[in-house]
């Protein structure tokens, strides 16, 4: 086997409990904004959770990244006030059948959570040409979000929620984070412990969506091509979190109704 660094080594699946593990991480993670508990999250269990986002798999392995830490209540005073402005601006481009409800929804934490980051991507990480993004420069934002997401679970594990807040207005928000130019906004996340959390999405217990069924989201051999009866599709309908006993259809009835758009 071709090895020149000694680096291989075996890659099993892992156990069963392990497995599961990973797969209720998955299941449970929620966007958080309004459980928060005031009470800080550790460095320790905070450098665990950015270890996992600096992980993440990157174009070129380029890790463009940054994790911006926000502890400080002054800074997250400024962000909830962009916040402020932007989600008055907001509200007013749904139709006027669904204002009422989204003005009913909480869709932050930032004061709340004792702990905010902001997440950024800088395209010149690896100089001009990269391994992968040579043909599609939004690679190294797609990578981004990759750190996003690894943060996201890590933190679940941890239990500690975390909120996505992208009602805000970008330009105003790197100004207040002194964000050079050249770097871009990916995320901003509200962080902190959390005493419960929804078993579905927010959303969908408020009434805005459902979950698409996975007919909708699974296509054959090409764009638009569903398969209904295809067995992966049942498969996936009693899937691993049904196993796991964390499936939507097994949580409390009274989802809202889907948004046909
Ligand atoms: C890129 C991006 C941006 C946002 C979000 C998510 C993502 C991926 N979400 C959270 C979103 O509403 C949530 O993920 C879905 O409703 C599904 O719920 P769960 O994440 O499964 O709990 C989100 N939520 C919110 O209340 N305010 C926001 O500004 C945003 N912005």
Redesign the pocket.
Known sequence: MDDPGGALAPSAPFSSADRDAVYRAIFT???V?SQFRPDPVPDEVLARILDAGHHAPSVGFMQPWSFLVLRSAETRRRVQALFEAANAEAAAMFPPEKQALYRS????GIVEAPLNLCITCDPDRAGPVVLGRTHDKAMDAYST?CAVQNIWLAARAEGVGI?????LDGARLKQILAIPPRVTLV?YLCLGYVQEA?T?????VKGW?RRLPPEDVVHFEGWGRSLPDEPLLSLMRTGMADRLGLGEAACAPGAGQADPG
């Open positions: 993670r929620r966007d904004r929804l909480k869709l932050e979000v909120g996505w807040v992208s009602i995320a929804y579905r999405p927010e959303l969908e969506r």
